[in-house]
């Protein structure tokens, strides 16, 4: 099974202002107006088909009605020193709906249905209409299973490569910087359990990933930019700012 | 109300490489402007700040123009075996303003609108003047000529967005004009004070031989091409 | 140009929902990625001589934790969907806004704060001047009455700004009249000139103060009706009496 880097969740209080700071730090362009349901995303590619989703709930009125207490809210809601963003998400890639299937029976889930046509406002969307077909794994059906933390990464297929959100243009401004793809990222946790989660002896033979024994879930990408030195983009994980996990019902992202 | 200035012309043999290499070498940001109403022209467009921009012009379907009526700015540009600048543009505000300066040369306003279709924004559409029957663009001698864009300036070419291209720079407006000829002969032409345009004389055949556009981080830049009447 | 027109406010619960419903409803295109602290907007163009309607709504809910009467108007009025909340005229120049800061009694927002996080600012790192009056804590949108704005370049506009393709998109050719609520005297009051119906091709419906409507052409199209109640229906005006 060939697994890779997909791309990387940024959970913002404000995606405008997180692409903004995220731009003016490294250089990179962004595109924006994907959007579903409750949440949008600016959209950050790092080159060789990763990017990053600076994303964020932009409903105030279904913020309110969401079940509380709100994992993701709760998270951005703790200060530091990049008004609250925290990575809240590294997901993987697979290359075909047989493997995405094969990791989903092995985690003791399902994967996600391919809907996007019938249903096309459960899936991200973008101002041109274009409704993004993916699906991932695993998709717990019930409480999620105590041997795996939140943070550990979900599984992607991406059937239409030109149309990821990676492959599009970014905005035009003064000083964009070529990204050339990602160098390593950094991780919490133990090698030990990410290899298990992913099915493999070791998963930095897999993904150029390394431990800090910290809180499970992304910590640090480090990517490549042309003509210059590579940048460490360095952020809390959601869960090294949640003071008792334990409250949090599992909940699924809504889909209508 | 002085005119101020609107655009400069550069005349092209091939429009693509042409705004390629414009924006590889200056850093500053191009777009495309879509084909002018011959539907044999096109056009690339430049922002340079401060409500200035360049343009740039060749043929882009060679076929459709017989070599009799290729632009003069395309020969010279072929000739040249580079780009020229072809042409500087100033603008008023109004077409009260664009009237008097046609009949101050003896002309009128030119009978149709300049239009353009741009692959992608609002359609552009432009009065100019003078228009003197029998005579030639003033671009053509190295003169200037006048725009009036009426209520169209929320459109304006200027304010634009261009393609995205790693390492731009964020222009700042254009600083300096280098012009052929005199002051003098300019302020006559001009009927306003050739200085209120930043404009600088060479002493040379007429016409417009370099431009300095500020930027945030590379200084000032400058562009420096053949002017339309330059001997080549 | 005269006092005219320049933009018109639709606040809404969710403004990416809310501009895909209504580019679906009507063909016109939008733009995106224009910001201003916790509030970002959509931009749909509207034609010459250059309007546009901007779909506004918060996009940092964390902003909720420090609610204030502004807020929390933006809170009640979008609770039932997108309501038109804003009426915006335009002059071309300093001068003329001046004149009706006086007649206002106000003074002008003027363009000169250095901190960008005060202005909109754009995805491409532009960041808009834009001078307004009248000045003040409460806006006159609560009351369903309109401001007035100055844009020293034009060049920038956001009615100028190219769209995001769209499916079935047509292209605007301009506002062709505005439905508002009130009555000419009363707006002609508010702004001290006569006629503002005639003037800015507004007919008044006698219901609560603010847009009801705006009629929009479009090429090789019939003309496009963009109808959502006023910001006043869902909150009265008389709540915001001085």
């Known amino acids: 099974m060939a697994i890779s880097i997909n791309h990387f969740s940024l959970g913002a209080r404000n995606i405008y202002e997180s692409a903004d700071r995220l731009n003016k730090e490294t250089g990179f362009g962004f595109w924006t107006g994907e959007w579903v349901q409750t949440t949008a995303c600016h959209m950050f590619p790092l080159g060789k088909d990763v990017f990053i989703e600076v994303e964020g709930t932009i409903d105030a009125h279904a913020y309110l009605a969401m079940p509380k207490p709100n994992y993701t809210y709760d998270a951005l809601d703790v200060d530091n020193e990049y008004n609250g963003d925290h990575w809240t998400g590294l997901m993987l890639g697979v290359e075909s709906l047989e493997e995405l299937e094969a990791v989903a029976k092995r985690l003791g889930g399902d994967v996600s249905p391919d809907d996007s046509k019938v249903n096309p406002y459960s899936h991200f969307r973008r101002p041109d209409g274009y409704t993004m077909g993916y699906q991932s794994a695993p998709r717990f059906t019930g409480p999620r299973p105590e041997k795996w933390p939140r943070g550990l990464p979900s599984f992607y297929y991406y059937p239409d490569v030109p149309g990821r959100s990676s492959n599009q243009p970014v905005i035009a401004r003064p000083h964009l910087v070529t990204a050339t793809g990602v160098k390593w990222i950094e991780f919490g946790g133990t090698e030990a359990l990410l290899s298990e989660w992913m099915g493999v002896p070791k998963a930095s033979d897999v993904i150029p990933v390394k431990f800090n024994g910290k809180e499970v879930g992304l910590w640090a990408v480090c990517v490549g930019r042309d003509g210059m030195d590579d940048v460490v983009i360095r952020r809390p994980t959601a869960a090294a700012s949640i003071k008792d996990p334990s409250i949090y019902k599992d909940v699924p992202r809504p889909r209508s | ?232 | 140009m005269p006092l005219h027109i320049d933009h018109i406010s639709l606040a809404s619960p969710n403004i990416f929902r809310s501009a895909d419903a209504l580019c679906k409803e009507t063909g016109l295109g939008y733009w995106t990625g224009e910001w201003i602290r916790d509030t970002a907007v959509h931009i749909v163009p509207l034609g010459p001589p250059g309007n546009f309607i901007e779909i506004s709504g918060f996009i940092d809910v964390h902003t909720l934790k420090t609610m204030d009467e502004h807020k929390q108007w933006i809170m009640d009025i979008t609770a039932s969907g997108d309501h038109f909340n804003g009426l915006c005229l335009g002059v071309d120049s300093m001068e003329e806004l001046q004149q009706f800061a006086k007649h206002f009694n106000s003074t002008v927002n003027v363009p000169d704060n250095p901190d960008p996080a005060t202005h909109f600012q754009r995805a491409n790192g532009y960041i808009l001047p834009m001078a307004s009056t009248p000045s003040g804590k409460r806006s006159v949108w609560m009351k369903g009455l309109p401001n007035v704005y100055f844009y020293p370049d034009r060049t920038h506009h956001s009615s100028g700004q190219p769209v995001h393709p769209c499916e079935g998109m047509v292209r605007p050719t301009g506002i062709k009249w505005v439905e508002c609520g009130g009555t000419e005297e009363d707006l002609a009051k508010w702004l001290g000139i006569p006629n503002p119906g005639e003037l800015l091709k507004i007919k008044f419906n006698g219901k609560s103060p603010g847009v009801w409507a705006v009629c929009v052409g479009a090429e090789e199209h019939e003309d496009v009706v963009i109808r959502r109640p006023a910001a006043s229906e869902a909150v009265p005006v008389s709540k915001y009496a001085d």
């Not at chain 2, 169209?152 to 304010?159: D, I, K, L, V, W």
């Open chain 2, 1 to 232: 109300m002085a005119a101020v200035l609107d655009h400069i012309h550069m005349g092209s043999a091939n429009v693509y490489t042409s705004a390629y290499n414009l924006t590889k070498t200056t850093g500053i940001g191009h777009y495309d402007g879509g084909f002018m109403s011959s539907v044999t022209i096109g056009h690339k467009a430049v922002p340079l700040g401060g409500r200035g921009y360049i343009e740039i012009e060749s043929i882009i379907d060679p076929f459709a123009v017989s070599p009799d009526k290729e632009p003069w700015f395309y020969k010279k540009a072929v000739k040249a075996g580079s780009e020229i600048w072809s042409g500087l543009c100033l603008r008023v505000d109004t077409m009260e303003e664009l009237d008097a300066i046609a009949k101050r040369h003896g002309g009128t306003i030119s009978p149709k609108a300049g239009r353009r279709t741009r692959p992608d924004g609002p359609g552009v559409k432009f009065w100019s003047a003078p228009s003197v029957p029998g005579q030639g663009s003033p671009w053509e001698v190295g003169k200037p000529n006048w725009y009036c864009w009426e209520d169209r300036m929320y459109c304006h070419p200027s304010g634009q967005p261009t393609i995205n291209t790693p390492g731009l720079v964020n222009p700042m407006g254009v600083e300096w004009l280098e012009m052929g000829g005199t002051e003098a002969e300019m302020a006559d032409w001009l009927g306003q004070d050739p200085k209120t345009l930043n404009m600088r004389f060479n002493g040379k055949s007429l016409g417009l031989y370099a431009i300095g556009v500020k930027t945030d981080t590379k200084g000032t830049v400058e562009i420096r091409r053949p002017s339309a009447t330059q001997d080549l």
